[in-house]
């Protein structure tokens, strides 16, 4: 069964602290994506990958930064959190062209990250 | 500016009855739509896709029609089970881009 895992379900924190959340897939996808939810507008990407070592900015990259040293695992770092961050953060990915359907992502179970 | 819109932030329904999400789009460029479910403290899960070339596509209890002079789609359930209690996030993509656009989701509700 295709899995992605997320370090934490749930993590406080206070403000100005560095947060490093993990994401790590086993279906040997290609990209990978984080997003957080917040209620009203939806999921909205934060960045993504396409390859090890390869990040691209999303809508939303202000105040994080990502990490892509191995296929399978993708960190989202918050240099310093803000309680605007607070948020539900989810990683997902999916397969490159040619190895399957890479418009559909797979989900991991989300990080629900309250900065205080 | 959101590119993929669901203007109804909730639906209720009766069991049994037919359950009707819409999604709006408005970048011309998109040939690929999703449907995901969400349950609280999970992540999104993928329910059902269609491609541009296709107007209808169904699975089971799930339908989604496609209508691209209106750039307007749409997901039927039925009958709708208290299962499905969940919210819906419709997404578009392009052929070019790996990236999904998402709407902000429709909170779903089915009463006995």
């Known amino acids: 069964d295709v899995k992605v895992t997320q370090s934490s379900r749930y993590l406080v924190k206070r403000t100005g602290e560095k947060v490093f959340l993990e994401c790590v897939q086993d279906?040997?996808?290609?990209?990978m994506f984080w997003y957080r939810q917040d209620p009203g507008l939806g999921l909205r990407l934060i960045y993504f990958?396409?390859?090890?070592?390869?990040?691209e900015k999303g809508d939303i990259p202000e105040g994080y930064s990502v990490s892509r040293e191995k296929k399978e695992r993708f960190s989202l770092i918050l240099e310093s959190a803000s309680t605007n961050q607070t948020s539900m953060y989810l990683c997902?990915?999916?397969?490159?062209?040619?190895?399957?359907?890479?418009?559909?992502?797979?989900f991991g179970p989300g990080t629900r990250l309250t900065v205080l | 500016d959101q590119q993929v819109k669901q203007n109804s932030p909730s639906l209720s329904v009766q069991e049994g009855r037919i359950s009707i999400l819409n999604c709006d789009y408005t970048?011309?460029?998109?040939?690929?739509f999703l449907w995901y479910k969400k349950y609280p403290a999970e992540g999104p899960t993928f329910l059902i896709s269609?491609?541009?070339?296709?107007d209808k596509n169904e699975d089971g209890r799930f339908t989604v029609f496609l209508n691209k002079s209106a750039k307007h789609l749409s997901l039927h359930i039925v009958p709708s089970q208290p299962g499905d209690s969940a919210v819906y996030f419709c997404?578009?993509?392009?052929?070019?881009?790996?990236?999904?656009?998402f709407g902000a989701g429709t909170t779903v509700t089915v009463r006995a």
């Open positions: 997902a990915s999916s397969p490159g062209r040619g190895t399957g359907n890479y418009n559909e992502q797979f």
């Open positions: 279906m040997d996808h290609e990209n």
């Open positions: 990958s396409y390859d090890v070592k390869m990040k």
């Open positions: 970048n011309s460029m998109f040939d690929y």
């Open positions: 269609i491609s541009s070339i296709k």
């Open positions: 997404a578009a993509s392009d052929r070019y881009d790996y990236k999904l656009s």
